[in-house]
């Protein structure tokens, strides 16, 4: 049998706009909460929302803001990021999301790059001074107006006139199809790509994603996941607004213990995280102390999820729904999921079967012909989820999405008998030793089961004599004696074939990372190149 599925038609995908489904949302619920920040303990209903996003749409068309024209915001998470989101998305304005960690090189490229007209930023975050690195930037960028959150003129921005309506200052019309935001690829290599989405694309795929996971206007959203990521303003926001369920910001960046307390006050059903997070929640000292009864589910995505961190989820943080989602920027970013009524051996050792609307493949990396189930290959998807095309670069964009609109993810897959998928690894990351494909995933999930290991990633190093050798970075447990290679050998010899067992051991406190929570595989073997003299 082939590897190939298509999903589920039913129900239809939604064919309006985002600010179109929004407003049925307001319409329908207009005295239930909407939107909770946290830090600041402020509340919206959903009718005071709309006022909030309606007043700031009309002052963005007010300062020269029109259908097509790019809107950057460079903040951490607020809920003035969220009512940016509707803003741009009700009058058809391109919403360019920069992430936070950026610098000032990074930031000119994506301004310069997407060609965006007005800044929208936090003044500071952590130790960024935002406003020093746009000073220092933006003269050389197309952008004509910056507005700082919580300044005048971001209040200027927002006063609404009486006896004015948005349609009143909208005068063109927007279409499912239209671009509605750019996000930048993490760029683990080379300059970031600016994967362009419309509103069809993130709209039907924040919807689909929470369906998955049964959601209705009752549900109360925990998302501590980035806002400039499709995890944050996709699957979370766009996943809440298409149910009218509450979006619940715990924090401007994710702390363990504060989105504990949040889930626990808020009586959040859903919270959302990369495994890193889970991880960091799950050992926390105060985890025991937190009651998290209210929990039902929640997604789990961004990178692979080790098996003892799902069952926690399900044991200890009662998220019997949990769900484990999987996909990519450019297709909206979710292609596969499970399912809320999937039992645990399907909710821990794969990331789910094909989304609805949506067909994928796994084929020969070489050839392209598509593989039987079982053998690994390439990951592909197509349908309504894939991108537009990265901004202004046509030929990333066909190196990308082929001739007949399959988008080619570049990760290693595998369709089980059952049309559950697995990752297997990246096509990148594959270790090639003596011959031998290895697949570190498979050897992480091994090691992630010592006792005293709380977290492993394994990558390829240069070695002389095999082209590649294996190295494992490994976190220990608190309290727990670091681990060396003789002792990680020790632990493998006569469970994993001897070509899988890693020659170098590396105890490390924390892994590079994307502000994503996706592991920088490449700066980790250029580390452990230089630290090994393996040139």
Known sequence: MESYAKGELEPPLLEETIGANFERTVATHPDREALVEVASGRRWTWAELDRDVDALAIGLVRAGIGKGDRVGIWSPNCAEWTITQYATAKIGAVLVNINPAYRTHELGYALNQSGTKLLISAPSFKTSDYRAMIDEVVGTTPVQQVLYLGSPEWADHQVSDPGVTLADVVTWTLEPDDPINIQYTSGTTGYPKGATLSHRNILNNGYFTTELINFTEQDRLCIPVPFYHCFGMVMGNLGCTSHGATMVIPAPGFDPEITLRTIEAERCTGVYGVPTMFIAMQNHPTFAEHDLSSLRTGIMAGSICPVEVMKRCVNDMHMAEVSIAYGM???????????????????????????????????????????????????CTRGYSVMLGYWDDAEKTAEAIDADGWMHT?????????????????????????????????????????????????????????????????????????????????????????????????????????????????????ESARTLGLG
């Not at 909206?332 to 809320?340: G, Y």
């Not at 559950?420 to 992480?444: A, L």
């Not at 590396?506 to 595989?521: A, H, N, Q, S, Y």
């Open 410 to 526: 570049g990760d290693l897959a595998e369709m089980r008998e059952d049309g559950y998928c697995n990752i297997v690894g990246r096509i990148k990351d594959m270790v090639i030793r003596g011959g031998e494909n290895i697949y570190p995933r498979e050897i992480e999930e091994f090691l992630y089961q010592h006792p005293d290991i709380e977290d492993v990633q394994v990558i390829g190093v240069p070695d002389e004599k095999y082209g590649e050798e294996l190295c494992a970075w490994v976190r220990m447990r608190a309290g727990a004696t670091p681990l060396d290679a003789d002792a990680v050998r020790a632990y493998a010899t006569g469970r994993l074939a001897h070509y899988k067992i890693p020659r170098y051991v590396l105890v490390v406190d924390e892994f590079p990372m994307t502000v994503t929570g996706k592991i920088r595989k490449v700066q980790m073997r250029e």
């Open 329 to 379: 920027t450019e297709t909206s970013p979710v292609s596969c999921q499970t399912r809320a009524d999937d039992d645990l051996e399907r909710r821990t050792a794969t990331i789910g079967r094909v989304h609805p609307h949506v067909e994928v493949k796994i084929v020969d990396p070489v050839s392209g012909e598509t593989v039987p189930r079982g053998t690994p290959g390439e990951f």
